[in-house]
């Protein structure tokens, strides 16, 4: 920081969002980031980050939020999108009960690349369809309990709870570091 900013403290997250191919993770992110939801996104557009800023204690806090764009069909998300991370978004889609069966292995991975202070969420999307469900709440609330995350059922596609979802990952980061 140069002397003349003096007050003008910049902080920048990098978050990471993880989790099964199509559970809504390139969703949720363009919805914070651009309030936008693509009914026919394709896993192969790949934007690598967004940026997104948010004030805290008066501060500028920017949030640097990666995309996998496609890796995870394969299985092999880089340690390079890892690398850095202070936050993570493990995302499952509550529709489809096996997409919550690997959350524990994206868990294994995260943890095999950052270390505990990363700030983690599990984040069940696609609440809006509650006539589909086969996830229930009470099941995302223990294993984040069990895990020690924090927990929020999510949609981007009527957007509740995605501002928040993200908010509380880097209120979470800044609490961490200050
Ligand atoms: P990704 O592979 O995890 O990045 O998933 P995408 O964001 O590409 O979304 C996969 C599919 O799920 C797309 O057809 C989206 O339109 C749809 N989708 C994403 N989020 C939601 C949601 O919150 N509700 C519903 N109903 N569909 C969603
Ligand atoms: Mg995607």
Same mark, same amino acid.
């Given at each position: 920081?140069?002397?003349?900013?003096?007050?003008?403290?910049?902080?920048?997250?990098?978050?990471?969002?993880?989790?099964?191919?199509?559970?809504?993770? *390139?969703?949720?992110? *363009?919805?914070?980031?651009?309030?936008?939801?693509?009914?026919?996104?394709?896993?192969?557009?790949?934007?690598?980050?967004?940026?997104?800023?948010?004030?805290?204690?008066?501060? /500028?806090?920017?949030?640097?939020?990666?995309?996998?764009?496609?890796?995870?069909?394969?299985?092999?998300?880089?340690?390079?999108?890892?690398?850095?991370?202070?936050?993570?978004?493990?995302?499952?889609?509550?529709?489809?009960?096996?997409?919550?069966?690997?959350?524990?292995?994206?868990?294994?991975?995260?943890?095999?690349?950052?270390?505990?202070?990363?700030?983690?969420?599990?984040?069940?999307?696609?609440?809006?369809?509650?006539?589909?469900? *086969?996830?229930?709440?009470?099941?995302?609330?223990?294993?984040?309990?069990?895990?020690?995350?924090?927990?929020? /059922?999510?949609?981007?596609?009527?957007?509740?709870?995605?501002?928040?979802?993200? /908010?509380?990952?880097?209120? /979470?980061?800044?609490?961490?570091?200050?």
């Amino acid at each position: 920081m140069s002397s003349d900013d003096e007050g003008a403290e910049e902080y920048l997250f990098k978050i990471v969002i993880i989790g099964d191919s199509a559970v809504g993770k *390139s969703n949720l992110l *363009s919805r914070y980031a651009r309030n936008e939801f693509n009914l026919h996104s394709k896993a192969t557009i790949g934007v690598e980050f967004q940026t997104q800023s948010m004030e805290i204690d008066g501060k /500028e806090v920017k949030a640097q939020i990666w995309d996998t764009a496609g890796q995870e069909r394969f299985r092999a998300v880089t340690s390079a999108y890892y690398r850095g991370a202070v936050g993570a978004l493990v995302v499952y889609d509550i529709s489809r009960r096996t997409t919550f069966d690997s959350v524990g292995r994206w868990l294994d991975e995260l943890n095999t690349h950052c270390d505990t202070t990363v700030a983690r969420m599990l984040v069940g999307n696609k609440c809006d369809l509650e006539n589909i469900r *086969s996830v229930s709440i009470e099941d995302g609330k223990s294993l984040a309990e069990a895990e020690g995350l924090f927990f929020m /059922e999510t949609s981007a596609l009527d957007s509740t709870n995605v501002k928040t979802a993200f /908010e509380m990952v880097i209120r /979470e980061i800044y609490n961490n570091i200050s």
